[in-house]
């Protein structure tokens, strides 16, 4: 289910104030968010926080369309270069994936966007929820801020299934520099 991103990034502003173009379109985007911070940035890179196989609760279980206890690859990670750029949970359903994506989902410190490119999976994302956030004492670790985070909730789609869900995670004070 698609939400209509600019009533949401208008009711976002509405909260919180003006949203810089390059928040609206990490917001928006349905493409990679790693290609975009690449040339933002310059060559980003993921750190691992945690990568494990979990079986998942009902509430993962329903928005993957699978059964409760299924197991799924849960993993947290940073995306940023000099300085942390995103935080991203994301939710896999192991049974939705071949041996070489796997494999490469394993070694941890790849991008999705890449891994996905690597094994020419065609897929789309569909945006579910873009809202604001509190920080909990994690991303307040992480990014060094008590701003508030702009968030945003996606599915990857393949065959018709999800294949992947994430959760991005910034703080409202990144990526304003055109202000």
């Known amino acids: 289910m698609d939400v209509n991103v600019m009533e949401e990034i208008e009711?976002?502003?509405?909260?919180?104030?003006?949203?810089?173009?390059?928040?609206?379109?990490?917001?928006?985007?349905?493409?990679?968010?790693?290609?975009?911070?690449?040339?933002?940035?310059?060559t980003v890179t993921i750190r691992t926080l945690k990568q494990e196989f979990i079986p998942c609760n009902q509430e993962i279980a329903d928005k993957l369309n699978i059964s409760m206890g299924d197991p799924v690859n849960y993993r947290v990670v940073v995306i940023g270069n000099r300085e942390?750029?995103?935080?991203?949970?994301?939710?896999?359903?192991?049974?939705?994936?071949?041996?070489?994506?796997?494999?490469?989902?394993?070694?941890?410190?790849?991008?999705?966007?890449?891994?996905?490119?690597?094994?020419?999976?065609?897929?789309?994302?569909?945006?579910?929820?873009?809202?604001?956030?509190?920080?909990?004492?994690?991303?307040?670790e992480i990014f060094g801020t008590d701003s508030p985070m702009l968030t945003r909730t996606y599915n990857i789609i393949h065959e018709g299934e999800v294949l992947i869900r994430i959760k991005e995670t910034f703080p409202f004070e990144w990526f304003r520099e055109e202000f």
Do not use: C, M, W
């Open 11 to 42: 009711r976002i502003e509405r909260l919180i104030g003006k949203l810089s173009n390059t928040q609206k379109i990490l917001l928006s985007t349905d493409g990679s968010v790693t290609r975009i911070l690449d040339v933002l940035r310059g």
């Open 84 to 140: 942390p750029l995103i935080h991203a949970v994301s939710y896999i359903p192991l049974s939705r994936l071949d041996d070489g994506f796997r494999e490469d989902l394993i070694r941890a410190d790849v991008p999705i966007g890449r891994i996905l490119k690597k094994h020419n999976i065609e897929s789309r994302r569909e945006i579910e929820v873009l809202d604001i956030e509190n920080p909990d004492p994690q991303l307040r």
